[in-house]
């Protein structure tokens, strides 16, 4: 669901306005910096999970061992 | 100093839904190559070779006019989506649509005799379905770059896109190619106009289906100016961006191996008279360029993106001569094109799964270079005029492949209600020439214009720190805005 990254509040997928209608922010670009580290964040978690799945393969095992 | 690190921001998961994606458009696309959709306006539509090469040669300038001009309308493009992504939310429904259109031409007007009625249509159906198209991929390549500001990011991206888009068009070929075959050969009674129908119907489900995964799961990463640019400015930026000059004459020169894939249709289907043999041709090259992908960043530490790029052109050229020549006297025997064609086919599959990875970060190389030196981001224009002028070649190349037809002895006539080939003595030996050999050595000029790209090594690390310094001082500027 598609939310306000400021006032939280919901907008419709098929809203394209650059500004929240609610309270205004700039849903891009507001607080852009502490959302790519929670982009990093996350991406570090697949990594991490996609690392361990291809660890278990045996022909793989000892390049992504740890 | 590396101002990337080992962080990333795109994960597997977006990386994944943007290659099922990219997926998705290929499904869609394969039956509308050159080659096959040739064969579809002239065998199953049964309009003249003549008409059909004349309305290539005009969609393809239709597309020099529009396809600069709507990339300047995507640059131009603002929302809180970014402006690629919303772009990806809009087009697959109408492309869906269009798709179904474009393929059901035969069945919808199975009835109607005129000639006229039916070119009509086929210019209609083939140029909305081509705007749209432009529509839905310029901005779907655009975000290779917008998708993060590491290379690292991008580079996943385009190698998950290629992989799996390379999967599902052999699938989507295999799909063609076997209805084909179980028509014509009278293993499933149904006409050809049916196969193209179901073949719409599906690449429409299935492949756009696939292609909304970008829309939905994709983010914008990349800081734009509030700024938009005008059309002529974003113009004025094209040409003085040398590097993407450079790649867009190189694509130019390249796509006038548009000659092959006109040529391979109707080698199979007129020469081997065996459509599917194509796909056991492609199953060595499939596998092999699969199997390049690991070693991709091994390739990437050794040469630059320069020196991949000419490797490409002459690894193609070397090959097409060797198999030239080899299959000079045997064109027609299946013992000997199946295993020469492989041979091409492993080559050429090897040399394009790392020169099509190669080729999409170059532009987005280009795009952060004008970045710096303007300050302006121009993913729109600067992937539509590289696709276009690719576009443009390629749709003239297919025009003079489909007129070359009646002059090598290539005619079809109607018996008993189905198209039947009309061939002159040395029709199959010009076949094999505009297959195997004159293509790859045209496709080689390509690499005239890499003799002068110098966005490599420690000028492109540095363009990438300076920029990572402007864009904190952009955002920095934004959100100031803001309070």
């Known amino acids: ?66 | 100093m590396n101002p990337e690190g080992e962080k990333r921001y795109v994960g597997y998961g977006e990386a994944l839904a943007y290659g099922f994606a990219a997926g998705g458009k290929a499904f869609v696309t394969t039956p509308t190559q050159s080659g096959y959709l040739s064969l579809f306006f002239t065998k199953v539509f049964g309009l003249p070779a003549g008409s059909v090469s004349f309305m290539m040669l005009l969609s393809g300038l239709w597309d020099a006019i529009n396809d600069p001009l709507i990339g300047s309308l995507i640059d131009k493009t603002r929302t809180g989506y970014g402006k690629l992504r919303a772009w990806l939310i809009i087009t697959p429904l109408p492309f869906a649509v269009l798709t179904v259109t474009l393929f059901g031409g035969p069945s919808f007007l199975g009835g109607v005799n005129s000639v006229g009625v039916k070119i009509a249509y086929m210019y209609v159906s083939y140029i909305l379905w081509e705007l749209c198209f432009t529509f839905a991929d310029v901005p779907f390549n655009g975000m290779t770059t917008a998708v993060s500001p590491l290379a690292r990011d991008r580079t996943r991206v385009i190698s998950f896109s290629t992989f799996i888009s390379g999967i599902v068009a052999g699938a989507a070929q295999t799909l063609l190619l076997s209805l084909m075959d179980a028509s014509e050969k009278g293993i499933w009674n149904i006409s050809l106009r049916t196969v193209f129908l179901l073949i719409g119907v599906i690449s429409a489900v299935f492949g756009g289906g696939l292609f909304s995964l970008a829309g939905i799961f994709t983010k914008e990463r990349i800081v734009q100016s509030a700024r938009q640019p005008s059309i002529i400015e974003g113009f004025k930026v094209l040409i003085h961006n040398k590097p993407l000059v450079l790649i867009v004459l190189s694509n130019m020169l390249m796509s006038a191996g548009g000659l092959y894939n006109v040529f391979t249709t109707y080698y199979f289907a007129e020469v081997l008279k065996l459509n599917s043999l194509k796909l056991l041709i492609d199953i060595p090259g499939g596998a092999v360029g699969i199997g390049t992908y690991p070693f991709i960043p091994a390739i990437k530490r050794k040469f630059d993106n320069k020196q991949i790029m000419i490797i490409h052109f002459i690894s193609k050229a070397a090959v097409g001569i060797v198999c030239f020549f080899a299959g000079f006297r045997h064109y027609t025997s299946k013992a000997v094109a199946v295993p020469v064609l492989m041979l091409l086919n492993i080559v050429i599959s090897i040399v394009n799964t790392v020169k099509n990875i190669i080729s999409t970060e170059m532009i987005g190389d280009a795009i952060d270079y004008m970045e710096l030196e303007t300050g302006e981001r121009n993913e729109g224009v600067s992937f539509a005029v590289s696709s276009f002028f690719g576009k443009l070649t390629s749709s003239v190349s297919t025009s003079i492949a489909t007129a070359v037809l009646p002059r090598i002895g290539l005619s079809y006539k109607t018996v008993g209600g189905q198209q039947v080939s009309v061939k002159g003595e040395k029709t199959d030996f010009y076949i094999w020439m505009f297959y195997v050999l004159i293509p790859q050595l045209v496709n080689a000029l390509g690499v005239i214009p890499y003799f002068w790209y110098n966005l490599t090594g420690k000028r492109l690390e540095s363009i990438r720190a300076q920029l990572a310094l402007r864009r904190e001082e952009l955002l920095a500027e934004l959100e100031s805005a803001e309070e």
């Open chain 1, 1 to 66: 669901m598609r939310k306000c990254p400021k006032c939280e509040k919901r907008l419709s997928p098929f809203y394209f306005g650059t500004e929240c209608k609610h309270c205004g922010a700039d849903i891009l670009y507001y607080h852009f910096d502490e959302r790519l580290e929670q982009d990093a964040a996350k991406a570090e978690v697949q990594e991490e999970k996609v690392q361990r799945l291809l660890g278990k393969l045996p022909f793989l095992r000892k390049k992504y061992k740890n």
